[in-house]
């Protein structure tokens, strides 16, 4: 895959560690001044958020040395999927990649697989509740409130295997498996990805409804 790597200057040994281990993985590295086309972006976010927006290329990996307050939500209105904390592990790095090399999960075509009565009956409940489920685990991530972001994963993780939602069941269960870590910088980014999913299920939900009125 071609990489384009954006540093901040700011820690030359960390990029040189992150240069290393993508050319380790087989990755070609390409430079901020290249015309090269690149599959994905890997942005330095030290020297501001706002980078995200300079780079229009789509998908991108942001990282960061701080959790400042509201980072991991403006990469996620910017569109940036995954961000990452310094100093940044090889297999977090390596499964974030391969995350972005993978197909995209269909999930229209997982509610085909799905009963279509129990979609019908749990969709429009769910769509209208998991925004404040969302928030209700953003905010026990910001309190270290473990209990409670427990239990919303857990709730979570039984409502979207309704779906057949494999990559969301298999992020709230690790949601759920971690919530005792819910204020470190790693369970937020989790939390940030699982806002994506949840909105591109959502969508294939409305669809859903759409398509199958008798359903409801």
Not at 78 to 83: E, Q, W
Not at 91 to 112: C, I, K, S
Not at 173 to 201: F, G, H, I, K, N
Request: overall charge negative; charged content about 15%.
């Amino acid at each position: 895959m071609n990489i384009l790597l954006v540093g901040s200057g700011a820690t030359p040994g960390h990029d040189a560690v992150l240069r290393a281990l993508l050319q380790a993985w087989g990755h070609q590295i390409l430079e901020a001044d290249t015309d090269s086309p690149a599959d994905l972006a890997l942005l330095d976010l030290d020297r501001g958020v706002d980078r995200v927006l300079a780079h229009p290329l789509r998908p991108a990996l942001g990282l960061a040395t701080f959790d400042h307050p509201g980072t991991a939500e403006r990469c996620q209105a910017a569109g940036l999927h995954t961000l990452l904390f310094k100093p940044v592990q090889p297999a977090q790095l390596r499964a974030a990649l391969q995350a972005h090399t993978e197909q995209p999960f269909d999930y229209a075509q997982a509610l085909a697989q799905a009963d279509p009565w129990i979609v019908g009956v749990i969709a429009p409940q769910f769509m209208q509740d998991w925004p404040q489920q969302l928030a209700t685990l953003e905010a026990a991530m910001r309190a270290a409130d473990a209990p409670t972001a427990h239990r919303v994963a857990h709730t979570l993780k039984g409502l979207v295997a309704n779906f057949q939602a494999t990559p969301l069941i298999r992020r709230a269960q690790a949601l759920e498996a971690d919530s005792t870590q819910c204020a470190t910088p790693a369970y937020q980014a989790q939390v940030v990805a699982l806002r994506v999913d949840l909105a591109l299920l959502d969508a294939a939900l409305a669809a859903f409804c759409l398509a199958h009125p008798d359903a409801m």
